[in-house]
């Protein structure tokens, strides 16, 4: 009788966004660098969310991710 092999756990997108934040270290995600402060940024916005908006939010590629982020920043810093 052989040894089952074992299951991987496959970190979600965000999970690892969230990584990179604990971590403090860049990491790659959808083959992109990602800073600790774009990632900072990212998962902030992550928590702000509805689950609605936040399901639309982790569809969208890294890229797309940050981009949101940092337009979500620039408003609210304009804002206040």
Known sequence: ???RPERRYEMTK???IRKI???G???RVEG??????TASVIVKVHDGLNAENRAKYE???VHQMAAV???LLAA?????
């Open 14 to 16: 965000i999970e690892r």
């Open 76 to 80: 609210t810093k304009a804002a206040s």
């Open 69 to 71: 982020a940092w337009k």
């Open 25 to 27: 270290q860049y990491a």
């Open 1 to 3: 009788a052989g040894r």
């Open 59 to 61: 569809a969208m590629p």
């Open 21 to 23: 934040v604990t971590e």
């Open 32 to 37: 992109r660098r990602v800073d600790l402060f």
